[in-house]
Nanobody, 121 residues
Framework: QVQLVESGGGLVQAGGSLRLSCAAS????????VGWFRQAPGKEREFVAS????????AYADSVKGRFTISRDNAKNTVYLQMNSLKPEDTAVYYC??????????????WGQGTQVTVSS
């Protein structure tokens, strides 16, 4: 069993930055691939980024490529999402999920509660 807790969300102006954290319990987390997703009001949950268990491979949605960076510190059981050059359309609740790198949220077993990111114009 793995529990995921996201943090780091907030209100930021367009062009600003935020770093989200996904802290996990469970000794096996360091062996899990992890994904970040987001869901805006009235929209489906969408893939943002993923990272494999050792951090050596990452993937991004086209909408965030070049602005967001996913990373992890397995010693701290934490995965990060650095978000730069934020845009109002990045406003959403952000979730981390495991295990997996798929873009389909239905393929993930564990989810955090989400953290709200609001970008003002």
């Amino acid at each position: 069993q793995v529990q995921l807790v996201e943090s780091g969300g907030g209100l930021v102006q367009a062009g600003g930055s935020l770093r989200l954290s996904c802290a996990a319990s469970g000794r096996t987390f360091s062996t899990y691939n992890v994904g970040w997703f987001r869901q805006a009001p009235g929209k489906e949950r969408e893939f943002v980024a993923s990272i494999i268990w050792n951090g050596r491979s990452t993937a991004y949605a086209d909408s965030v490529k070049g602005r967001f960076t996913i990373s992890r510190d397995n010693a701290k059981n934490t995965v990060y999402l650095q978000m730069n050059s934020l845009k109002p359309e990045d406003t959403a609740v952000y979730y981390c999920a495991a295990p997996g790198i798929a873009t389909n949220p239905r393929e993930y077993r564990y989810w955090g509660q989400g953290t709200q990111v609001t970008v003002s114009s």
